[in-house]
């Protein structure tokens, strides 16, 4: 079976627009968020959050990959962030954002409009509290042997008593029970924390009728709309729905976009070794070959604080991530090696009897070596300096 298509659903983005103003009254892109104090189990949860003694080496906590200051993303320049029993081990993916992803839906295939939903880059947990319940086991991050010695931790952690409270005095009993615990509070402070879901970036406010973009910024933000140009929107839909939601910039589908392959990531020393992304999934690999190395549109909000950027972390800057999505079709020689025939080795990432499955077809993609960019250099600056513009915390600086 092949999808009509792979990289958008309609659907997806009717639902999590619904979704969104069904949240309106809790902060779904409107400003009464500030005004609900969050649930017992939401501050326990933001303890829980930034607790490093939940991970072996005693250094990590989720809070320390998903930093406020960068969009809930790394807080630093790494493809891949170090983990493990002594911080040793490097990661195989870039960390991705977790804000602005409490009304994704589970995972699903629909046979026309393909992937869509999900958690981490492959969509592989199906709710914020699944989402939370694995790194602190895996080996690569916070590197704790099994559940019970993190239930072990909480034990004697300094807000076990207020985990008691929350949950009941003999939570601790049972280990698989705590587990779901601690992983429900962490989704209970996600959902209810304002920073996850701010609506308080420069465009929220234009939208509001409170700023003005300025003159790049506006001819950013209609090249990332213009289909025959940028065509961004595309995937990371940019209007304003009914009763004035905010757009949270993704349509939560799935795309292969050909990423060069990234020589910082360890794993990729392996020639043998590929991230196939939903194929990672061997049922997804037999029934549905052509989703192989497709990966999470991410939300572009807050997308101007991170450090680096696609599911492998190849590129560190906005300008060079933009650049690539225009010129990586006309400029090969930017971005892969060259073979041995003088070819250039494009796709590199991705298996070769995967690389048809990368995007060819959409607009900035449909284009050929030697070919004008869809964008020029100069309406590249345009578009980053528009991305700029879906920082959150616009508000509270104008207002000093």
């Given amino acids: 079976m092949t999808f009509a298509v792979l990289h958008r659903s309609p659907l997806a983005g009717l639902t999590a627009t619904l979704i969104a103003l069904a949240l309106a009254g809790c902060g779904g892109g409107g400003s009464s968020a500030s005004q609900v104090q969050p649930s017992s189990a939401s501050l326990l949860g ?20 998903h930093d406020f200051g960068s969009g809930t993303a790394a807080p630093n320049a790494q493809s891949v962030q170090p983990g493990g029993t002594n911080m040793e081990l490097l990661g195989v993916r870039n960390t991705p954002s977790i804000s602005y992803m409490r009304s994704e839906s589970a995972f699903r295939l629909d046979p026309v409009d393909g992937p869509s939903g999900g958690f981490f880059w492959d ?88 700023a ?37 910039f993704t349509d939560r589908t799935y795309d292969n976009l050909g990423i060069p392959r990234n020589a910082e990531i360890p794993a990729n020393a392996d020639a043998s070794y590929y991230d196939l992304g939903l194929c990672n999934d061997a049922a997804i690999r037999t029934s549905h070959p052509e989703v192989c190395g497709a990966f999470k549109v991410p939300s572009l909000r807050n997308v101007a604080l991170r450090h680096s950027f696609f599911h492998n972390g190849r590129f560190h800057t906005l300008k060079d991530a933009v650049t690539f999505y225009v010129q990586r079709d006309t400029n090969p020689e930017k971005w892969y090696p060259r073979k041995p025939d003088g070819t250039y080795d494009k796709f590199n990432d991705v298996p070769p009897e995967y690389r048809q499955n990368v995007n060819q077809e959409e607009v900035p993609y ?17 578009v980053v300096a528009f991305l700029g513009t879906l920082s959150d915390g616009y508000v509270a600086t104008a207002a000093r």
């Fill in 46 to 65: 933001a303890k829980i959050f930034a607790d490093t003694s939940l991970s072996a080496s005693g250094k990590q906590s989720c809070q320390t990959c």
């Fill in 123 to 210: 969509g592989r947990e199906s709710t914020l509290a699944g989402q939370a319940t694995e790194p602190f086991t895996n080996p690569r991050e916070m590197a704790m042997a099994d559940h019970a010695s993190v239930v072990a931790r909480l034990r004697v952690a300094p807000y076990a008593d207020e985990f008691k409270s929350v949950y009941g005095a003999r939570v601790f009993d049972d280990v698989e029970t705590a587990y779901t615990r601690m992983t429900e509070a962490i989704a209970a402070f996600e959902t209810e924390d304002t920073r996850f879901e701010a609506f308080s970036s420069k465009f929220d406010a234009v939208q509001r009728g409170t």
């Fill in 212 to 248: 003005t973009f300025t003159a790049a910024e506006a001819r950013g933000f209609a090249l990332f709309q213009d289909a025959r140009k940028g065509n961004c929107a595309a995937c990371h839909p940019s209007d304003v729905g009914a009763f004035g939601a905010l757009p949270i």
């Fill in 366 to 382: 449909n284009r050929h070596q030697g070919d004008a960019p869809a964008l020029s250099d100069a309406e590249v600056d345009d």
